[in-house]
T-cell receptor, first 117, second 108 residues
C-alpha cells in the first residue's frame, strides 16, 4: 500500500532554534498533504493543508509565520517550526491522500516528536 | 461546537464483550467517513472506511446515519489487542477532520 515517510522521528532542540520536518510520499504522488499536531491525550488537530506548488492553507489559530510549510514537489512537503519554544513541544504528523480531491484514505507518516528545552 | 465529536471514554470492557462507539459531525456536506486506530505514541492507522450502506470487516461493523449526522463503530468479541484509541474522521474535498478519539481498554 501507499507509504508516507516522515523524518526525523525524534528531535530535541533548544528554545529559539528552528526545526524542519520532512514528509515524503514514497510510492505515489500527493498533490495535497496535511499537517497535524497532537498534544498528549488529545486528538490530532489539523494545522494546515499543504498544496504542491502553492501556498499552504492554515487552520484558524495556527501562525503561518511560525509554522512554515513548503510543498515543492509531488512527493515532499516540509514543516519548519521557527523559533521553537517549549509550548511547541508536540507530536507532529503528516498525511497524504493518494486520490485526487482528497476524498480517499489518508496515509500517515510515522510522526515526529518534538521536544523543545 | 466541535466539528467532529466523540466520547473520549475510556471504555473498559472484558474480553469477549461487544462495544460500540459513536461519532457525531456537524458539517452536513461531509462526504468521507473513516475510522482510524491509534496506538499509544504511534501514528493513526486506517481501520475501515464507512459507507452509506454500512460495512463489516470481521468483528468490526461501521455504520453511517446521515439524517442524524453520526457514524458508529461496533466491535464484537473484543480482544486484548483491540485496546487502543479509535478516531473517527469525516470531511469533504480538501479537509478531513478527526474526532478527539475514544479510548478502549479490553481487560482479561
Amino acid at each position: 500500500g501507499a507509504v508516507v515517510s516522515q523524518h526525523p522521528s525524534w528531535v530535541i532542540c533548544k528554545s529559539g532554534t528552528s526545526v524542519k520536518i520532512e514528509c515524503r510520499s514514497l510510492d505515489f504522488q500527493a498533490t495535497t498533504m496535511f499537517w497535524y499536531r497532537q498534544f498528549p491525550k488529545q486528538s490530532l488537530m489539523l494545522m494546515a493543508t499543504s498544496n504542491e506548488g502553492s501556498k499552504a492553507t492554515y487552520e484558524q489559530g495556527v501562525e503561518k509565520d511560525k509554522f512554515l510549510i513548503n510543498h515543492a514537489s509531488l512527493t515532499l512537503s516540509t514543516l519548519t517550526v521557527t523559533s521553537a519554544h517549549p509550548e511547541d513541544s508536540s507530536f507532529y504528523i503528516c498525511s497524504a491522500s493518494s486520490r485526487a480531491g482528497n476524498t480517499g484514505e489518508l496515509f500517515f507518516g510515522e510522526g515526529s516528536r518534538l521536544t523543545v528545552l | 461546537r466541535k466539528e467532529v465529536e466523540q466520547d473520549p471514554g475510556p471504555f473498559n470492557v472484558p474480553e469477549g464483550a461487544t462495544v460500540a462507539f459513536n461519532c457525531t459531525y456537524s458539517n452536513s456536506a461531509s462526504q468521507s467517513f473513516f475510522w482510524y486506530r491509534q496506538d499509544c505514541r504511534k501514528e493513526p492507522k486506517l481501520l475501515m472506511s464507512v459507507y452509506s450502506s454500512g460495512n463489516e470487516d470481521g468483528r468490526f461493523t461501521a455504520q453511517l446515519n446521515r439524517a442524524s449526522q453520526y457514524i458508529s463503530l461496533l466491535i464484537r468479541d473484543s480482544k486484548l489487542s483491540d485496546s487502543a484509541t479509535y478516531l473517527c474522521m469525516t470531511g469533504n474535498t480538501g479537509k478531513l477532520i478527526f474526532g478527539q478519539g475514544t479510548t478502549l481498554q479490553v481487560k482479561p
